[in-house]
T-cell receptor, first 113, second 113 residues
Framework: DTAVSQTPKYLVTQMGNDKSIKCEQNLGHDTMYWYKQDSKKFLKIMFSYNNKELIINETVPNRFSPKSPDKAHLNLHINSLELGDSAVYFC????????????FGSGTRLTVV | GQQLNQSPQSMFIQEGEDVSMNCTSSSIFNTWLWYKQDPGEGPVLLIALYKAGELTSNGRLTAQFGITRKDSFLNISASIPSDVGIYFCAGLNYGGSQGNLIFGKGTKLSVKP
């Protein structure tokens, strides 16, 4: 069973469209995250949710809106997509206390054309 | 914000050679982590370090948490072709349910058989 699963794996869309990426974890972790990896492979946190509550919201355009319907899911909705949004988006989760680091999904490669 | 300086940026080595990479920060972290990312996959945790001065091994991998809590290194002994990938250091400061895993920019390792 995949611990942190994201769908879709690849997403190609036109500028101006609205799209969503879904994430689910079956590890029983309390906290979930979205990270963005740019073309230079730099990983930067976007959001953090703990038990459905938003904890971290880094400097991310408000076109990006995370939604956590329950502890095991954290979805990312992006409005009015722009070329610069093209990147790989990773979902991750961690247990309470975060002593064991984060478990990452395999990523969603978003390409905006 | 906090930044991690990871070096070298890339390495090209012969199979069987030892590898060393390191990470430094201008600020203190409670935890240092080392991740490996294979192409098309998310980062996978290799080693976690929780105490200043701690030296931890995982097979051919050895990592140390610097005494000042501002640096860490990762060594890989007797490299093999499957060691190819991008290695990331990451620092974590946590308190209760909050925390933010900050990544270095990665070391891309290439191994020539």
């Amino acid at each position: 069973d995949t611990a942190v699963s994201q769908t879709p794996k690849y997403l190609v869309t036109q500028m101006g469209n609205d799209k969503s990426i879904k994430c689910e974890q079956n590890l029983g972790h309390d906290t979930m995250y979205w990270y963005k990896q740019d073309s230079k492979k730099f990983l930067k946190i976007m959001f953090s949710y703990n038990n459905k509550e938003l904890i971290i919201n880094e400097t991310v355009p408000n076109r990006f809106s995370p939604k956590s319907p329950d502890k095991a899911h954290l979805n990312l909705h992006i409005n009015s997509l722009e070329l610069g949004d093209s990147a790989v988006y990773f979902c991750a989760s961690s247990p309470r206390g975060q002593l064991y680091g984060y478990t990452f999904g395999s990523g969603t490669r978003l390409t905006v054309v | 914000g906090q930044q991690l300086n990871q070096s070298p940026q890339s390495m090209f080595i012969q199979e069987g050679e030892d590898v060393s990479m390191n990470c430094t920060s201008s600020s203190i972290f409670n935890t240092w982590l080392w991740y490996k990312q294979d192409p098309g996959e998310g980062p996978v945790l290799l080693i976690a370090l929780y105490k200043a001065g701690e030296l931890t091994s995982n097979g051919r991998l050895t990592a140390q948490f610097g005494i000042t809590r501002k640096d860490s290194f990762l060594n890989i002994s007797a490299s093999i072709p499957s060691d190819v990938g991008i290695y990331f250091c990451a620092g974590l400061n946590y308190g209760g349910s909050q925390g933010n895993l900050i990544f270095g920019k990665g070391t891309k390792l290439s191994v020539k058989p």
